[in-house]
């Protein structure tokens, strides 16, 4: 751990200092202010939990610390966060320092852990990390997991439409039949290869290429369905009232717990929860027209997930389907119906929401 300290000719300890760090993969570097902006000292440690350990002991010579201003809460910065809070800190979120900045002051990790605690002193921070110790930080990595099989998924899929179209006509008019999962069966039994010398050969390298692809889209398929399990589970178990609300599944759920209970702080009310989701109306009059659009910002997965909500609704729910067509005959286009309808959601949802984040 190295040290530069500043000759303020009195005694550097400090009540209610800022601390910011700017964080990396392998070395977090730290600069302390004081209440009054100046920099008393800054430190560089190595992201082990040795380094660590010295980092919240150096922060400790300089009396009670008001603020931690972390950069990348989410990425470099998780397991000191997650340190930090554990041990009762005060940890906020900081963004990284603007290209105005960089302009007037330049760039070196120094100057940036320095700016990280300069944005919490003045306030500009973004506001308390994503928590990464509940339920829903386990969400996030399964779900984040099944998405990434999904797409792999579908690649493949893609690659066996691609590999079939062009194979030999006594290939392709035994397996180009039925659904994917269909074609994927018939192409993952075909027998084992021939011996490498006869790969060569467009039939043989054919064959081989369809069974790989098709026993890949068949693996996919089962750990997709393994963890659509898990999360329906976790999701049943953490939030049973949000989940017996119309239309809104395991996905939906997780997707909206995660929004949620990753930024507890922004949940102050259901109005700002739908500003969360992207749901909140935004005013979009000129004129003589007077009328509001949908919100384009927020969490757009959060979004995605009331948004298959609010389809689900118009298209089972008997309450939902008669108000569309009572705001149809009002003379409401579709979108400004799904807008209000999504803003609906939003609040009958917030409070099972609430109770789970702050139960």
Same mark, same amino acid.
């Given at each position: 751990?190295?040290?530069?300290?500043?000759?303020?000719?009195?005694?550097?300890?400090?009540?209610?200092?800022?601390?910011? &760090?700017?964080?990396?993969?392998?070395?977090?570097?730290?600069?302390?202010?004081?209440?009054?902006?100046?920099?008393?000292?800054?430190?560089?440690?190595?992201?082990?939990?040795v380094? $660590?350990?010295?980092?919240?002991?150096?922060?400790?010579?300089?009396?009670?610390?008001?603020?931690?201003?972390?950069?990348?809460?989410?990425?470099?910065?998780?397991?000191?966060?997650?340190?930090?809070?554990?041990?009762g800190?005060?940890?906020?979120?900081?963004?990284?320092?603007?290209?105005?900045?960089?302009?007037?002051?330049?760039?070196?990790?120094?100057?940036?852990?320095? &700016?990280?605690?300069?944005?919490?002193?003045?306030?500009?921070?973004?506001?308390?990390?994503?928590?990464?110790?509940?339920?829903?930080?386990?969400?996030? &990595?399964?779900?984040?997991?099944r998405?990434?099989?999904?797409?792999?998924?579908?690649?493949?899929?893609?690659?066996?439409? =691609?590999?079939?179209?062009?194979?030999?006509?006594?290939?392709?008019?035994?397996?180009?039949?039925?659904?994917?999962?269909?074609?994927?069966?018939r192409?993952?039994?075909?027998?084992?290869?021939?011996?490498?010398?006869?790969?060569?050969?467009?039939?043989?390298?054919?064959?081989?290429?369809?069974?790989?692809?098709?026993?890949r889209?068949?693996?996919?398929?089962?750990?997709?369905?393994a963890?659509?399990?898990?999360?329906?589970?976790?999701?049943?178990?953490?939030?049973?009232?949000?989940?017996?609300?119309?239309?809104?599944?395991?996905? &939906?759920?997780?997707?909206?717990?995660? =929004?949620a209970?990753?930024?507890?702080d922004r949940?102050v009310?259901?109005?700002?929860?739908?500003?969360?989701?992207?749901?909140?109306?935004?005013? =979009?009059?000129?004129?003589?027209?007077?009328?509001?659009?949908?919100?384009?910002?927020?969490?757009r997965?959060?979004?995605?997930?009331?948004?298959?909500?609010?389809?689900?609704?118009?298209?089972?729910?008997?309450?939902?389907?008669?108000?569309?067509?009572?705001?149809?005959a009002?003379?409401?286009?579709?979108?400004?119906?799904?807008?209000?309808?999504?803003?609906?959601?939003?609040?009958?949802?917030?409070?099972? $929401?609430?109770?789970?984040?702050?139960?």
């Open positions: 751990m190295t040290h530069n300290s500043v000759d303020l000719g009195r005694s550097i300890v400090s009540q209610g200092v800022v601390i910011g &760090v700017d964080t990396h993969k392998d070395v977090h570097v730290a600069v302390v202010l004081d209440q009054h902006g100046r920099r008393l000292d800054s430190c560089s440690v190595a992201t082990s939990k380094g $660590l350990h010295q980092l919240e002991h150096w922060s400790s010579r300089y009396g009670a610390v008001d603020r931690w201003g972390i950069e990348g809460t989410s990425s470099y910065g998780a397991g000191l966060t997650r340190r930090l809070i554990s041990h800190h005060h940890v906020r979120e900081v963004s990284r320092p603007s290209r105005t900045v960089r302009r007037e002051k330049g760039k070196s990790d120094l100057i940036d852990a320095e &700016v990280a605690a300069r944005s919490v002193l003045a306030g500009t921070d973004l506001g308390a990390p994503k928590d990464t110790t509940a339920i829903t930080e386990s969400l996030r &990595v399964l779900r984040a997991t998405r990434s099989a999904v797409k792999a998924r579908t690649q493949t899929a893609n690659l066996l439409y =691609a590999l079939l179209l062009t194979a030999p006509a006594e290939l392709r008019n035994r397996l180009d039949q039925g659904s994917v999962r269909a074609r994927a069966e192409c993952a039994r075909l027998r084992p290869a021939k011996p490498l010398e006869s790969a060569g050969h467009p039939l043989t390298a054919t064959r081989i290429a369809l069974r790989s692809t098709a026993q889209w068949l693996q996919l398929t089962n750990e997709i369905r963890l659509e399990t898990l999360i329906d589970q976790l999701t049943r178990t953490a939030a049973p009232r949000l989940r017996a609300q119309f239309g809104v599944g395991g996905d &939906v759920a997780a997707t909206l717990m995660i =929004a209970g990753g930024n507890p949940l009310s259901e109005a700002s929860f739908a500003a969360l989701c992207g749901v909140s109306p935004i005013p =979009a009059s000129s004129g003589k027209t007077n009328r509001y659009r949908l919100n384009r910002g927020g969490d997965q959060a979004n995605a997930a009331l948004h298959a909500v609010c389809l689900i609704r118009m298209q089972r729910d008997p309450a939902t389907r008669a108000y569309v067509v009572r705001r149809t009002e003379g409401l286009s579709k979108k400004d119906i799904m807008r209000c309808l999504k803003r609906y959601i939003a609040r009958d949802l917030y409070r099972a $929401l609430t109770m789970i984040t702050r139960g």
